[in-house]
């Protein structure tokens, strides 16, 4: 049977015998309005008071529960009160470093609280350490004042870490960089073609419009997919900042490219075409001339293509020794393709039955889609 000596010998072998400035990882005991309770294995409770606890705009309760591990620094036996006092914030100066280059070199974020603007950009603070934060690193887009963020908490990722310099360079702009990297890898694996989502113009440029339709991804409407009518300028449409209701037409997960629709199917003018083969229409206007030929817009906007072979009875060498672009002129269909959507139209022969007509030689222009034209214009 073991004796009381034994026991007490067990017992002191099961404490650790402590010294200021000795860093320990203790358990909360308790959780008081001003200080923490830790058993940091020891005869005595550890009292972490919270102003060697907590940092600017850091809440005790958000933050610390009873069963919680956390490492603290020894600051003071006190033999006579029977109770070790304890600092996390100087703990933290040691460990933090630590800390700092792990979060670096695993591309972790850091939350840290911006303190004043320096030459040059913001002098940040995290856990005690001072860092810097470049004015041009604070977000995507340029940043002309930056006092703005004083007083702030904001998120980035450790950029630089010196240890004999004690400095610490961060950035949020690399990290809202890769935090869409990672939206738009994750949106390329869920998005199909047919989809619907309503976005943002944020971008238009000649031949169409850039449309952010998730966090960090945009798609592109070409100008041939805007409307059923011929559109010459996306400005005609859309502007930067309208929201819109577009349709996923494809996908291109390798180049990481999304095509959108804008016009609405269900004003889809082939759906009940009012046109017939051999129709005579009047009073129609050149809309485009191209070296194949010509674009002539029919009256409910359908854009019919006039082949150069088919303007004029004689050999003609360019459509504009016959036409220019918004002539009225007379035409009659000749062919209707609603599968391809494309109507090709002649001038040849109006007024009476068509004859075989001239053709020339390796003529592959008929039943030119609008599509056709913009081809090649996105790559």
Request: glycine residues 8%; aromatic residues 6%.
């Amino acid at each position: 049977m073991e004796s009381m000596e034994d026991f007490a010998s067990m017992l002191d072998a099961s404490f650790e015998d402590v010294r200021n400035g000795d860093i320990v990882e203790g358990t909360i005991l308790e959780v008081q309005k001003d200080t923490l309770v830790v058993d940091i294995h020891s005869f005595m409770d550890g009292v972490l008071p919270v102003t060697e606890l907590l940092y600017e705009n850091e809440v005790l309760e958000d933050l610390y529960h009873k069963g919680d591990t956390i490492k603290v620094m020894v600051t003071r036996v006190d033999t006579r009160g029977d109770t070790i006092w304890l600092s996390k914030k100087r703990a933290d100066e040691i460990v933090v470093w630590d800390e700092l280059e792990e979060m670096q070199k695993e591309n972790r974020p850091i939350l840290f609280q911006v303190k004043e603007v320096v030459k040059g950009g913001l002098r940040i603070q995290y856990k005690g350490v001072r860092g810097f934060l470049p004015q041009y690193q604070i977000a995507e887009e340029e940043v002309e004042h930056p006092e703005l963020f004083v007083g702030k908490g904001l998120t980035g990722l450790v950029q630089r870490v010196d240890r004999e310099r004690r400095d610490v360079v961060v950035s949020v702009k690399e990290y809202l960089r890769r935090q869409r990297q990672v939206a738009r890898s994750e949106f390329m694996r869920t998005v199909h073609e047919g989809d619907v989502y309503t976005g943002t113009v944020s971008r238009v440029e000649p031949y169409g419009a850039f449309v952010e339709i998730a966090p960090g991804v945009d798609g592109l409407i070409h100008v041939s997919e805007m409307a059923w009518t011929r559109v010459k300028h996306p400005s005609e449409v859309v502007n930067v900042g309208d929201t819109v209701k577009v349709t996923v037409l494809n996908v291109d997960p390798e180049r990481g490219r999304i095509g959108l629709r804008l016009k609405d199917l269900n004003q889809d003018p082939w759906a009940n075409l009012p046109y017939s083969k051999d129709q005579q229409l009047d009073h129609v206007k050149v809309a485009k001339i191209i070296g194949s030929g010509a674009f002539i817009t029919l009256p409910n906007g359908i854009e019919a293509f006039l082949p150069i072979s088919q303007v004029s009875e004689k050999r003609i060498r360019s459509v504009s020794e016959v036409l220019k672009e918004g002539d009225t002129v007379s035409v009659k269909i000749s062919r209707i393709d609603k599968e391809q959507k494309r109507i090709s139209v002649t001038m040849r022969g109006l007024g009476e039955p068509e004859e075989e007509v001239f053709t020339y030689e390796n003529d592959e222009t008929e039943g030119y889609s609008i599509a056709d034209a913009f081809k090649g214009l996105l790559k």
